[in-house]
């Protein structure tokens, strides 16, 4: 279908080439951690080092604000009723519904990574995939499925999926100014791979006994790392496309900005820390498209001959499903330059270091990332211990947009090697096939470094 195969293309380059550009919260107060100037780029590792190939820093997640529990109700006999049963009332049901189910993929993948002690204080060096992928999904489409044709309009307008997906070359540097306070700042250039957000702006649908009536129309923004020729009225097929040029058509530039005070001569063990990062933006060649807005009225099969039942039953279905493939035929409206933000997240952080045992310390982060489709809020707070001088963990309670989660954290860090693996959000209730029950929010990471030189406090 039209414009399906040119979204697939593009949500298997987010997917095979990465998801969103962080590394884990869960290691933001551990002083072995060598990632952590992508978070706050104040942040200097205890040594310099060097990453392994690919697997650096390799994060993968999810996040949804639905779970298992919004579609399976528990019943008087112990069992579980699914949303469309008789025994589950559509109040029961709807009322338990976000108005629009959102469900996102996250990934981050360094390719290559260096940080050394230099320059006056710590410079960094990186190489990383980085991506998002969103979607949508208005409370009436559920409301549809589970109430069926009533007389009564239904909106399924705001059905969105948006995805971009990037690589990132990364340039560090943090140095002490005075005594205590700490500046840092990463400058990247990113050349974009593939951007996509379709919207259906209008899609309503009334039914009743004699007819359904369905309005739609959407919209379309794409764009790949090469240049496309198409021309206005163009359907967006890929037999319509011409790569025009192998030279990357997408770029930008971004900056992370970061800052820690130790306030040792005021509050022996006290450290602040604040950061925003990802401020920058990717010009893409940006393709635009509409569909047509579509008026679908259906009444039933009508006039049907008996002796030709099979062939006059096939020709309406098809013409029915004609017209409603071009709810989903976009046409190319307008082509030029168009900036996209990344997508910025703010830090704060406050660290307490007890004063009995210094290797034990308690934190509490903020965190906001400002982003159309992929916004949140996150609330942690942390209990760190480093009972070794090569070993580290970290555990850690969210409250989130999307909930609340347990996080933790492992770093494995002695001379000559160093592995770190831990989660933000822990999925801590799964039914037996492993679905969690509850919203979907999880994520794994995990790193191999090989640190070079002498520690530094």
């Not at 990463?186 to 957000?197: Q, S, V």
Request: charged share 20%.
């Amino acid at each position: 279908m039209k414009v399906i195969r040119y979204i697939a293309l593009s949500l298997f380059a987010a997917c095979s080439l990465g998801v969103a550009a962080q590394t884990a919260k869960s290691s933001y107060f551990l002083e072995g951690a060598f990632h952590n100037s992508q978070l706050n780029p104040a942040m200097a590792g205890e040594r310099s080092f060097v990453s392994f190939p690919l697997l650096g820093n390799l994060m993968v997640g999810a996040n949804s604000n639905v779970g298992l529990s919004n579609f399976l109700f528990p019943q008087p006999n112990g069992r579980l009723a699914t949303f469309m049963s008789g025994n589950v009332t559509p109040d029961q049901f709807l009322n338990a519904m976000p108005s629009t189910a959102r469900m996102g993929i996250d990934m981050d993948m360094t390719l290559a990574a260096l940080g050394i002690r230099a320059f006056g204080g710590y410079t960094t060096f990186n190489v990383a995939f980085h991506g998002q992928t969103s979607i949508g999904i208005p409370k009436d489409i559920f409301k549809f499925a589970k109430t069926g044709f009533k007389t009564e309009p239904y909106s399924f307008s705001g059905i969105n999926m948006n995805l971009m997906s990037y690589m990132a070359v990364t340039l560090g540097h943090s140095r002490e100014i005075i005594d205590g306070l700490r500046v840092g700042v990463n400058l990247k250039y990113l050349m974009g791979l593939a951007y996509a957000d379709v919207l259906m702006d209008k899609f309503t649908l009334e039914t009743s006994e004699e007819r359904w009536m369905v309005e739609a129309h959407a919209q379309a923004r794409l764009a790949t790392f090469m240049e496309m020729k198409l021309a206005e009225g163009d359907e967006f097929d890929m037999e319509n496309m011409e790569m025009t040029s192998f030279t990357p058509s997408a770029s930008g530039f971004a900056v992370d900005l970061g800052a820690t005070y130790d306030m040792k001569n005021l509050v022996p063990g006290l450290k602040l820390s604040a950061s925003v990062t990802d401020v920058g933006y990717i010009k893409w060649s940006m393709i635009k498209g509409n569909t047509e807005s579509v008026k679908l009225e259906y009444t039933g099969l009508e006039e049907i001959d008996m002796e030709n039942v099979g062939e006059q039953v096939e020709e309406q279905l098809d013409e029915i499903m004609s017209s409603a493939e071009e709810m989903l035929e976009f046409q190319v409206d307008d082509m030029q330059e168009e900036k996209t933000w990344l997508g910025a997240t703010m830090y704060l952080g406050v660290e307490y270091e007890m004063p009995f045992y210094q290797s034990l310390s308690v934190g509490l982060l903020y965190g906001q990332r400002f982003s159309k489709y992929t916004g949140w809020n996150d609330v942690r707070g942390y209990l760190n211990i480093s009972p070794l001088g090569w070993l580290e963990a970290s555990t850690n309670v969210s409250f989130s947009t999307f909930g609340t989660s347990l996080g933790w954290m492992f770093n494995f860090h002695p001379a000559g090697f160093s592995f770190f693996v831990g989660s933000d959000y822990m999925v801590t209730k799964v039914n037996p096939q492993f679905i969690p029950i509850n919203e979907m929010n999880t994520n794994i990471t995990l790193g191999v470094n090989i640190p070079l030189g002498k520690k530094v406090k």
